[in-house]
């Protein structure tokens, strides 16, 4: 079974400060993602990682792909109070299949 | 237009009872998929479809029957509910299944088994 591990479980900041979440495993994946899901509703896409050391930006949010693609962490910089959210990494297996990690719980405080 | 839309968002109902979750996509993705995420927020893969054909079973109870009539729709059916059911299900699609990363998701559906 493939784990994807995520720290800190929960994340209380406030607005303006910076963050980094962490996504670890100890299997290779094809691919990573992360997703932010907020309350009620279902979660949605931020990015996609593919190669090995592959760093993407989206505004304030800079994801890293380990250079074995094992693990992925996701800086956010001066934190908003709109980033609150559950963070999800998720890696995918060329069989189809997304194993999704257990989840980080950012608070950003006004 | 919603994406990717699934009924009821809530449901409540008594143990042993039959109850069904419907989903539809408009994105034209050829793959759907069930997952479910407890109470800890912990998201794990059920069923998936690609073009109407079950691709992952992941060792679910036979309560539960997947069923995709096209592959723009998958229902979830499950008999005889128990208590350990309560959970959000999730309906998603990819593309295909070499975007199987790459998924939509619909709002959920909290089933509560009473």
């Known amino acids: 079974t493939q784990l994807l591990e995520q720290s800190p479980q929960f994340l209380s900041i406030q607005e303006g400060e910076n963050l980094t979440v962490y996504c670890n495993s100890s299997?290779?994946?094809?691919?990573l993602q992360w997703y932010r899901q907020e309350p009620g509703e279902g979660p949605v896409l931020l990015v996609t990682?593919?190669?090995?050391?592959e760093v993407k930006k989206l505004k304030r949010l800079t994801f890293q792909f380990g250079d074995a693609r094992k693990d992925s962490s996701l800086h956010i910089t001066a934190a908003q109070p709109g980033d609150t959210g559950l963070y999800l990494c998720a890696g995918a297996s060329n069989a189809g299949k997304s194993t999704f990690g257990d989840g980080t719980t950012l608070t950003v405080k006004p | 237009d919603t994406a990717v839309s699934q009924t009821p968002k809530y449901l409540v109902t008594q143990m042993g009872n039959d109850k069904s979750i419907k989903c539809e996509q408009n994105l034209g993705h050829d793959t759907m998929y069930w997952y479910k995420q407890d109470s800890k927020k912990f998201l794990k893969i059920m069923f998936s479809y690609n073009n109407k054909e079950l691709i992952i079973n992941e060792t679910v109870p036979n309560r539960f029957s997947p069923k995709s009539p096209d592959k723009a729709h998958l229902n979830l059916h499950i008999n005889s509910l128990e208590l350990g059911d309560s959970a959000v299900y999730f309906c998603a699609s990819s593309q295909d299944l070499t975007t199987a990363g790459e998924l939509f998701f619909g709002e959920g559906s909290r089933l509560t088994v009473l």
């Open positions: 299997s290779v994946f094809s691919s």
């Open positions: 990682v593919v190669t090995g050391g």
